[in-house]
């Protein structure tokens, strides 16, 4: 018996081979530097959730069109590279975790600040 669910172990595979799909085969120019942070999948195993990070914030709308455009063939290329029953229809989603967490890092420094100056 494995330590967690189906969908977690192929959410893990997915999201390295698609990392692998945009970084070797997606040629577009406008796209930037993007890096996968995480893939949901759906129990059904239908749907995949994939979130992005970009580098330069100007650049996040324009790589998010250009990933859900090109979803049909990322699914086609993980249909190749895989061998599951249903291949999930993907999702991309910008990752607001990182803002997030600079956001608490930079509340706790100034916290911090404030605390030692009284």
Known sequence: MHP???SQRLS???KEEVADIVLHKIKDPRLGFITI???EL???LRIAKVFISVLKEQDREISLQILNEAKGFIRGEIAKRLRIKIIPTFEFLYDQSI???FRIDKLLKEIK???EGS
């Open 4 to 6: 967690y669910k189906r």
């Open 12 to 14: 893990i595979l997915l």
């Open 37 to 39: 942070t995480d893939v």
């Open 42 to 44: 759906s129990d059904d």
């Open 99 to 101: 803002e997030r967490g």
């Open 113 to 115: 600040d404030t605390s």
